[in-house]
């Protein structure tokens, strides 16, 4: 982080079965978001490179809690 626009996320929550995203702008506005489905050890590619260079955030949501995080695109 920062890169050109392309993120993996790993996961290996046997816990958890689905999992929702939201990629938000500096500005608060949602870019994007869906649900993912968890099998046990998951990877996940995001292709975020038809956005404009800068900052934005992943929000991830499940039963068990919610994670955010920056991302950089240069």
């Known amino acids: 982080n920062p ?5 993996t996320l790993e ?6 079965s689905e999992l929702s995203y ?3 702008s500096m500005d608060g506005k949602v ?5 993912l489905q968890i ?3 998951s990877r996940f590619d995001f292709d975020l490179s038809k956005y404009d260079s800068g900052v934005y955030y992943i ?4 039963d068990k809690g919610t994670y955010n995080r920056k991302i950089m695109i240069k």
């Open 59 to 62: 929000k991830l949501v499940s």
């Open 3 to 7: 890169n050109s626009g392309l993120f």
């Open 31 to 35: 870019m994007e978001t869906d649900e």
């Open 11 to 16: 996961t290996d929550m046997p816990e958890i």
């Open 39 to 41: 099998q046990n050890a």
């Open 22 to 24: 939201f990629i938000y």
